[in-house]
């Protein structure tokens, strides 16, 4: 088995700020997602990784840069906050280079921005 | 626009009934299809998927009937229980590309 970890848990930021998340994974998965949740919205993709240095765009990623610094890791930038924001951020990961394989959530970032 | 869509964002059920959540999706190239399980304050997980070589996939009470040329899908529950209740999201894309596209979630609840 394995785990996702992601830090921090609830994340509070102000107007313009840049802010950053990150996940850890110790499944030694190969693609790892950054995905956002808002109410009513389902998941959007906002980055996504299949290997260490890979970084590709999803639907939402203006406003969002990311990093995979390394197989383990994915960070994730939010490059200005927007006043009254509230999101919850999802960490994924799975093994392999396509989708055929299940993806294994981490348990979030609450992001509030006041 | 919307590459996969929930049409539904609610639904309740009776103890003990059968139920269906559909899924419709706008890409014929998808080649994947996958139904997650949300509970409140967790994280999603994987219940049920299919390729699109197959238009059925059945799992205990869990099954999936995939409409290619409808482009949907629809997930079965049959015998739902209150452990049931949840959001459920529908997921699509395609398979060598790695990018899985969800929809808006159906939050389900099973009364008993």
């Known amino acids: 088995g394995g785990i996702i970890t992601q830090t921090p848990k609830f994340l509070i930021g102000q107007e313009g700020q840049k802010l950053t998340l990150k996940c850890q994974q110790n499944?030694?998965?190969?693609?790892m997602y950054w995905y956002r949740q808002d109410s009513g919205k389902g998941l959007r993709l906002i980055y996504y990784?299949?290997?260490?240095?890979?970084?590709q765009k999803g639907d939402l990623s203006e406003g969002y840069d990311a990093s995979r610094e390394k197989k383990s890791s994915f960070s994730l930038t939010v490059t200005s906050a927007q006043k009254n924001e509230m999101a919850v951020f999802l960490c994924?990961?799975?093994?392999?280079?396509?989708?055929?394989?299940?993806?294994?959530f981490g348990p979030g970032t609450r992001l509030t921005v006041l | 626009g919307q590459q996969v869509k929930q049409s539904s964002p609610s639904l309740t059920v009776q103890e003990g009934g059968i139920l269906i959540l559909n899924c419709d999706y706008e890409?014929?190239?998808?080649?994947?299809f996958a139904w997650y399980k949300k509970y409140p304050d967790n994280s999603p997980t994987l219940l049920i998927s299919?390729?699109?070589?197959?238009d059925k996939r059945e799992d205990g009470r869990f099954t999936v009937f995939l409409n290619k040329s409808g482009k949907h899908f629809s997930l079965h529950i049959t015998a739902s229980q209150p452990e049931d209740t949840a959001v459920y999201l529908c997921?699509?894309?395609?398979?060598?590309?790695?990018?899985?596209?969800f929809g808006e979630g159906t939050k389900l609840t099973v009364s008993s």
């Open positions: 994924a990961s799975s093994p392999g280079l396509g989708l055929y394989a299940e993806q294994f």
């Open positions: 499944f030694n998965h190969d693609t």
């Open positions: 990784s299949i290997t260490e240095n890979d970084l």
């Open positions: 890409n014929d190239m998808f080649d994947y």
């Open positions: 299919v390729r699109s070589n197959v």
């Open positions: 997921a699509a894309g395609v398979g060598g590309s790695a990018k899985l596209i």
